[in-house]
């Protein structure tokens, strides 16, 4: 069986950050995702989805996300039940996050892609690698992912504005 759900959205309120009885993180927020389409009106929707994290990371996400940042979540589906103070069954389907990508500079509210927080893999390795940025580098001008030394100015696909002249067999499509 396959459960498995990634989401990019804003944040629509600061994470509320609890502690179990036996001391376990867990935070808990709402991320608000645009749906790919718009409605007759001509506007974009959006789904508000219940994100649940625990442990180091929920520290994390409460202490560097706030209202209107923008998180990359990976985790699962969950649904549970319970009966409220009315004795009614309330039925909740959240996201139980395995990973919280923060995509924005800390005190950002458009644009960036900088993760602050570790994943489960990255906590024992103790590197945070950027979004969408060779392993080990934090977006420093001198990157090094495995691939060698370079300066993010020797980018040999950055012209002058000029086209690029590759010939098409070249091309491994």
Do not use: C, H
Not at 6 to 35: C, H, S
Not at 41 to 57: C, P
Not at 127 to 137: Q, T, W
């Amino acid at each position: 069986m396959i459960n498995r759900v990634v989401l990019v959205g804003r944040l629509t309120k600061d994470p509320e950050l609890r502690y179990t009885a036996n001391g376990i993180a867990v935070a808990t927020f709402t991320l608000a995702v645009n749906r790919p389409f718009s409605n007759q009106q001509g506007n974009r929707e959006a789904d508000f989805i219940n994100i649940v994290v625990w442990r180091k990371q929920a520290e994390n996400a409460a202490n560097f996300l706030k209202k209107g940042s923008l998180a990359g979540v990976d985790g699962r589906i969950q649904t549970r039940s319970f009966d409220n103070n009315e004795g009614r069954r309330i039925f909740m389907t959240e996201v139980v996050a395995e990973s919280v990508q923060f995509l924005e500079p800390r005190g950002s509210s458009q644009g960036g892609g900088q993760q602050y927080g570790n994943t489960p893999d990255q906590q024992s390795s103790g590197s945070g690698s950027g979004y969408g940025s060779p392993a080990g580098s934090q977006g420093s001008s001198n990157q090094s992912g495995g691939f060698g030394q370079s300066s993010s100015n020797d980018d040999p696909f950055a012209g002058e504005g000029k086209p690029i002249d590759i010939d098409d067999d070249d091309l491994p499509f």
